[in-house]
């Protein structure tokens, strides 16, 4: 069995993979995340999921597989990353309260010993409820939107921001892993037989 490398340094990410039992090692890609408005959100995480899998699958010699993923927020059409500080972790909270967004995550699977390379993207819709300044606030002084598109975990303290979402829970997270166990089957691995009925 080829060994899974994640190409991400999300701690949620990692923490659903280890959920449904894969072993993976971890090595991070040092591509600069660059949102291009001209693309769609769709293209756009499809593209620098790909990046990033192949910045790592380049300089790996042997056989494995390679998972590169990339998420973002987007409302009304823009497309919003993680804050660069607070006072923009606070514009985009602002933006998102009593309304509905979108959160895109795109997978791209490299298998190294042929460069087979698979590609997906997930969307979910998520509402969030109505917040005052203060609220706001308060939730950023927990440090938790800072590294986090949109601004927001919804794994974390952030869930009570949340009223509903429509579409995959995971993807919000960061990794759908419905996308990313059809991703691993069309290249050969079921992760149900390979992994998870052997634990």
């Given at each position: 069995?080829?060994?899974?490398?994640?190409?991400?340094?999300?701690?949620?990410?990692?923490?659903?993979?280890?959920?449904?039992?894969?072993?993976?090692?971890?090595?991070?890609?040092?591509?600069?995340?660059?949102?291009?408005?001209?693309?769609?959100?769709?293209?756009?995480?499809?593209?620098?999921?790909?990046?990033?899998?192949?910045?790592?699958?380049?300089?790996?010699?042997?056989?494995?597989?390679?998972?590169?993923?990339?998420?973002?927020?987007v409302?009304?059409?823009?497309?919003?990353?993680?804050?660069?500080?607070?006072?923009?972790?606070?514009?985009?909270?602002?933006?998102?309260?009593?309304?509905?967004?979108?959160?895109?995550?795109?997978?791209?699977?490299?298998?190294?010993?042929?460069?087979?390379?698979?590609?997906?993207?997930?969307?979910?819709?998520?509402?969030?409820?109505?917040l005052?300044s203060?609220?706001?606030?308060?939730?950023?002084?927990?440090?938790?939107?800072?590294?986090?598109?949109?601004?927001?975990?919804?794994?974390?303290k952030?869930?009570?921001l949340?009223?509903?979402?429509?579409?995959?829970?995971?993807?919000?997270?960061?990794?759908?892993?419905n996308?990313?166990?059809?991703?691993?089957?069309?290249?050969?691995?079921?992760?149900?037989?390979?992994?998870?009925f052997?634990?």
């Open positions: 069995m080829d060994k899974i490398i994640l190409a991400s340094s999300s701690p949620r990410r990692k923490m659903l993979l280890e959920q449904i039992g894969i072993p993976f090692n971890i090595i991070i890609s040092n591509v600069e995340e660059i949102i291009n408005s001209n693309i769609s959100p769709s293209e756009l995480v499809k593209s620098l999921s790909k990046q990033k899998a192949e910045n790592v699958s380049n300089n790996l010699k042997g056989d494995f597989i390679v998972i590169g993923a990339d998420t973002v927020v409302y009304k059409g823009k497309i919003l990353g993680k804050p660069k500080d607070k006072k923009e972790a606070f514009c985009m909270l602002s933006m998102l309260q009593g309304n509905i967004h979108e959160v895109y995550t795109g997978i791209t699977i490299i298998r190294t010993k042929d460069k087979l390379i698979k590609t997906g993207v997930e969307k979910t819709e998520v509402y969030m409820r109505e005052s203060d609220l706001i606030n308060s939730y950023i002084e927990t440090n938790e939107p800072m590294d986090k598109a949109g601004a927001y975990g919804i794994q974390g952030g869930a009570v949340i009223d509903k979402i429509h579409g995959d829970y995971n993807n919000v997270v960061g990794l759908p892993l996308l990313l166990s059809k991703l691993l089957e069309e290249i050969g691995i079921n992760i149900f037989k390979d992994y998870i052997k634990l």
